[in-house]
């Protein structure tokens, strides 16, 4: 055999990387609406073990913050006896048992939990687990405001907080920007039902765990305790997708590919004194409405990439455009938080929502104290 000449191996890797490559994701993520279960039965297990176990029969790879956690703070060994349950119980129910908090990576192209110990125990607020969700009730929160420069307008402000955590498993797009209360009533039998309840607008996401408030109404004679809150929300998750490579980034503008109906166009890519951005405009086309609501961001997948395959994700954004365009400018930071400085970035990437689906989310919680 003989050997390539050098001229042709650089001729065929620069053809390849002027080229604009496409190709689909077709990673099943399941039922979004179903939790994954976990049997899982350990004895005498150090923390390490116990993760690395649960990562296993859920299919997730967990990440340690800092990166040689187990090797500074291994923890005492546990035992764990888990039959059948949700995903969420299960890593509650590990946490709980090793004192490990969780983090969402910002600094990974798929969703990812960051183990670490902080001391932040999540594990003891009231959850409810439904679906492939576990729902924490972190505060109810009651004031009341007077501005002085209207000193007659009392302003009284009566609100649940609540976070979302969703089985990374699943690429959430969008969600509900608050949750829509449902039943709210006192030990007394009062309404704590909101008087004003628009409809909740879609919001943008870039992880597995979110943040609501739910707007409630505080009665003018409360009981002791709110006998039931029960509240819902809705997301938009990614059923399929695909991959954009774009060559050359930093020198090639205006380059268009049509996803799943929509026209992208990748206008330019430049580097400011302290980081990267990219302008991408998006043409609805012929997709229907609702379905360019529910698409037209991608998250936090767009990658550039530098010859040693070493990436720096966007971090941010700034919108505009109306009607059936939008103009995204996304920012990448030049050093990222977990890896090094990246080389002359040779290609951007880019994970575009094909197919979605909407997943709703109906949690209660029953017996609270009244502030």
Not at 45 to 69: C, V
Not at 91 to 117: N, Q, V, W
């Amino acid at each position: 055999m003989h050997p390539i000449p050098h001229s042709l191996r650089y001729l065929a890797v620069l053809c390849s990387i002027l080229c604009l490559a496409a190709h689909a994701d077709p990673k099943d993520v399941g039922d979004p609406t179903q939790p994954t279960l976990i049997t899982l039965k350990l004895e005498n297990a150090s923390p390490k073990t116990a993760f690395e176990e649960l990562g296993n029969k859920s299919g997730q790879t967990f990440l340690t913050l800092p990166a040689n956690m187990w090797d500074k703070n291994p923890g005492n060994s546990i035992n764990v006896d888990i039959d059948n349950q949700p995903f969420w119980l299960a890593i509650k129910d590990i946490c709980g048992k090793t004192g490990i908090s969780l983090k969402y990576a910002t600094d990974t192209a798929t969703p990812k939990i960051i183990l670490s110990r902080d001391n932040q125990d999540w594990t003891t607020y009231p959850t409810t687990a439904t679906g492939p969700f576990l729902v924490s009730l972190i505060g109810l929160h009651r004031a009341t405001t007077v501005d002085m420069r209207k000193p007659t307008e009392v302003q009284k402000t009566f609100y649940a907080k609540f976070t979302v955590f969703c089985e990374p498993r699943i690429r959430l797009l969008r969600g509900s920007l608050g949750a829509k209360i449902d039943t709210a009533v006192d030990d007394k039998g009062n309404s704590l039902l909101p008087k004003d309840a628009p409809e909740q607008p879609l919001n943008f996401i870039t992880s597995w765990v979110y943040n609501l408030e739910g707007k409630l109404d505080y009665p003018k004679e409360p009981g002791t305790k709110i006998a039931q809150l029960k509240a819902s929300a809705k997301f938009i998750a990614q059923m399929k997708s695909e991959t954009i490579e774009y060559a050359d980034p930093l020198t090639s503008k205006n380059v268009t590919k049509t996803v799943a109906g929509r026209k992208i166009i990748i206008k330019e890519v430049r580097r400011t004194p302290d980081e990267y951005e990219a302008t991408v405009t998006f043409v609805r086309g012929e997709i229907p409405q609702a379905q360019w609501e529910q698409t037209v961001f991608p998250g936090n997948t767009l990658r550039l990439v530098d010859g040693d395959n070493k990436f720096i994700l966007a971090k941010g954004f700034g919108m505009g455009g109306k009607g059936d365009e939008s103009t995204f400018v996304f920012k990448f930071e030049k050093e990222p938080p977990r890896g090094s400085r990246i080389g002359k970035p040779l290609k951007l990437a880019w994970e575009i929502p094909m197919e979605t689906r909407e997943v709703p989310l109906t949690f209660e919680f029953k017996d609270l104290p009244l502030p």
